[in-house]
């Protein structure tokens, strides 16, 4: 699939497979919701958004417990965590059309609406680093 920013530049997208990642695993999400997925540039359906089922935010939200709990990122030096904010950022900036083609597959709005997602993401682990 191609996908045309405002800018003019385009961007061929494979949509990837829709996985959930709980706890460092893996796995094909399970359920579906109502909500059609459409391409807004040819108005096609593309298939079912997914959704979380209630075992899987149960098994993520103890897994976010004892992350917490294991004190790794609380004891990482600001300096550290500051790092590793800054490195996602320059990683998601690589792939600023594909987010945003990622996005309008995702919420239907078309690419050159979600364009500004490819500079908010990294924007925002940007301002997290600096803070």
């Known amino acids: 699939m191609?996908?045309?920013?405002?800018?003019?530049?385009?961007?061929?997208?494979t949509l990837p497979e829709l996985v959930e990642v709980v706890a460092g695993e893996v796995a094909a999400a399970?359920?579906?919701?109502?909500?059609v997925l459409e391409d807004p540039s040819r108005a096609t359906a593309l298939g079912n958004a997914v959704e979380s089922t209630p075992d899987s935010v149960e098994r993520a939200i103890s897994a976010a417990q004892a992350a917490h709990?294991?004190?790794?990122?609380?004891?990482t030096s600001d300096a550290e965590?500051?790092?590793l904010l800054d490195a996602v950022a320059v990683a998601l900036e690589a792939r600023q059309p594909e987010l945003a083609?990622?996005?309008a597959f995702a919420?239907?709005?078309p690419v050159r609406q979600t364009s500004i997602v490819g500079m908010i993401v990294p924007g925002a682990f940007r301002l997290a680093a600096e803070m």
């Open 2 to 13: 191609t996908s045309t920013a405002h800018d003019g530049t385009t961007t061929a997208v």
């Open 30 to 35: 399970k359920g579906t919701l109502e909500l």
């Open 69 to 75: 709990a294991s004190g790794t990122w609380s004891s």
């Open 81 to 83: 965590r500051a790092d």
């Open 101 to 103: 083609a990622l996005e």
């Open 107 to 109: 919420t239907g709005v």
